[in-house]
Antibody, heavy 121, light 106 residues
Framework: QVQLQESGPGLVKPSETLSLTCAVS?????????WGWIRQPPGKGLEWIGS???????YYNPSLKSRVTISVDTSKNQFSLKLSSVTAADTAVYYC??????????????WGQGTLVTVSS | AIQLTQSPSSLSASVGDRVTITCRAS??????LAWYQQKPGKAPKLLIY???SLESGVPSRFSGSGSGTDFTLTISSLQPEDFATYYC????????FGGGTKVEIK
């Protein structure tokens, strides 16, 4: 059974960098597929942030591309998100998920439980 | 950017009702569409992918149809556990989601 678990600080100060990690179990990232990040502001809808392949190839939402970096560590079977220069508008539940396709865009079949990140001083 | 418009944004229905939710894309996306169910405090759950393929383990009362710009999610007989918010998502270009449809108890 594929499982994903997000971890990272729940509180980030404005203008700083949000950093999250997604640990994957039950499936080797090196086996293939893209791995993505999605967020959901409280009480609002879903926004796809970006995805990464085990080779390190990335695909980002153009609206966030200038602030987003997604990286992968196949030795630890995990991938990470960094979002720079955060503001209150970046307050959201952040999810990691598997995109079972061999291209950067795809649907999402396994999701982490999500982690709330609040941007506040 | 491809925009997805879901309708209605909310609906009230009774157990046993047939429910249909629509999703319209701002441009053609072939069959690159998925549907998700989300309950409060939980991650979305994949129901349908490629517009009409049922995800493994999802009850057969859920079905999807459509291609191009117009898509529907149908629940043939609403069950108590189906009261939730439903989202469509396209993956023809970089992924985007519809605004959601909240299905409430009548």
């Amino acid at each position: 059974q594929v499982q994903l678990q997000e971890s990272g600080p729940g509180l980030v100060k404005p203008s700083e960098t949000l950093s999250l990690t997604c640990a994957v179990s039950g499936y080797s990232i090196s086996s293939g597929y893209y791995w993505g990040w999605i967020r959901q502001p409280p009480g609002k809808g879903l926004e796809w942030i970006g995805s990464i392949y085990h080779s390190g190839s990335t695909y980002y939402n153009p609206s966030l591309k200038s602030r987003v970096t997604i990286s992968v560590d196949t030795s630890k079977n995990q991938f990470s998100l960094k979002l720079s220069s955060v503001t209150a508008a970046d307050t959201a539940v952040y999810y990691c998920a598997r995109q079972p396709m061999s291209r950067g865009s795809g649907f999402l079949d396994y999701w982490g439980q999500g982690t709330l990140v609040t941007v506040s001083s | 950017a491809i925009q997805l418009t879901q309708s209605p944004s909310s609906l009230s229905a009774s157990v046993g009702d047939r429910v249909t939710i629509t999703c319209r894309a701002s441009q053609g996306i072939s069959s690159a569409l998925a549907w998700y169910q989300q309950k409060p405090g939980k991650a979305p759950k994949l129901l349908i992918y490629d517009a009409s393929s049922l995800e493994s383990g999802v009850p057969s009362r859920f079905s999807g149809s459509g291609s191009g710009t117009d898509f529907t999610l149908t629940i043939s007989s609403l069950q108590p556990e189906d009261f939730a918010t439903y989202y469509c998502q396209q993956f023809n270009s970089y992924p985007s989601f519809g605004g959601g449809t909240k299905v409430e108890i009548k």
